[in-house]
């Protein structure tokens, strides 16, 4: 059987992980589906989250939020729609915008409610921010003041390209003004193979300057994204999981 064979940490430790990136289209939902699969895998009871999802489609007249029902698919979950994405927008710019385009409002105390209920439901909850940290939710209140409220650590998806220097440090220093635990940052290359100098020397610099742990790439191969996915739940699971009982 594929599980098990990792304890969850002591109580001492948050029960998940606050996904958020760079900016927008840097891959947040592409890791964060690929290590819920991982965790399901291992037979951790996985949560997901996707607090808001703007840009939806519509079918028969209902919004459909892609990227929270795609996490829903990786971790194989059944919690209702309303708890995994507790609010959806058709017009595709920051949530506090759409909310404000479309004549609606988002409490963030909804969305934390449906977050503790979440976290009682499952071992381990992996949430998914929108845009970069500093994207406002609703009014002045930005994700980042969320993923302070729900105290937990931060993994941050950024590009392999030139900026990334700039851009992942600013996001290293918002999270830290807020005291923010930073689990790691992942480089994702999900768009294909890069092989310039700025994607050759931008993670060293990152790391050396930042002093956060570059937990490493995600390929455009999907394949290595489980692999990865060790590295970035081996801080949270009592010891290490081997990557044979992974790609089971």
């Known amino acids: ?8 940490q002591s109580h001492t430790m948050s029960k998940g992980i606050f996904i958020t990136g760079t900016d927008t289209g840097v891959g947040k939902t592409y890791v964060a589906a690929g290590l819920a ?19 939806c489609a519509v079918r028969k ?3 459909v939020p892609s990227d929270a029902l795609k996490l829903m698919r990786a971790a194989e ?17 920051a949530p506090s915008v759409a909310a404000e385009m479309e004549r609606k409002k988002i409490d963030p105390e909804k969305i934390l409610d ?20 500093m994207v406002p939710l609703s009014g002045a209140y930005l994700y980042l003041d969320l993923a302070a409220e729900m105290k937990l650590p931060v993994v941050i998806i950024a590009r392999p390209g030139l900026g ?7 996001t290293v220093s918002a999270l830290r003004s807020r005291g923010l635990v930073i689990t790691g940052i992942v480089i994702n290359y999900s768009d294909g193979p890069k092989s310039g100098l700025a994607e050759k020397t931008g993670p060293a610099v990152i790391e050396r300057i930042s002093g956060a742990k570059i937990l490493g790439a995600v390929s455009y191969d999907a394949r290595n ?8 739940y081996s801080p949270v699971l009592r010891r290490p999981c081997s ?6």
């Open 77 to 93: 979950a059944s919690d209702p729609l309303s708890l995994v994405n507790p609010y959806r927008f058709r017009k595709p710019f």
């Open 114 to 133: 449906a977050y503790r209920e979440l976290s009682r439901r499952h071992e381990f909850l992996l949430v998914e921010g929108a845009g970069g940290i």
């Open 225 to 232: 994204i489980v692999a990865l996915a060790q590295s970035i």
């Open 164 to 170: 990334t220097i700039n851009h992942t440090l600013l």
């Open 1 to 8: 059987m594929p599980h098990a064979l990792c304890s969850m």
């Open 61 to 63: 007249g209902r919004l």
């Open 243 to 248: 990557r044979q009982h992974l790609a089971q």
């Open 37 to 55: 699969t991982a965790l399901r895998l291992q037979g951790v009871n996985v949560g997901v989250m996707k607090p808001a999802e703007t840009g």
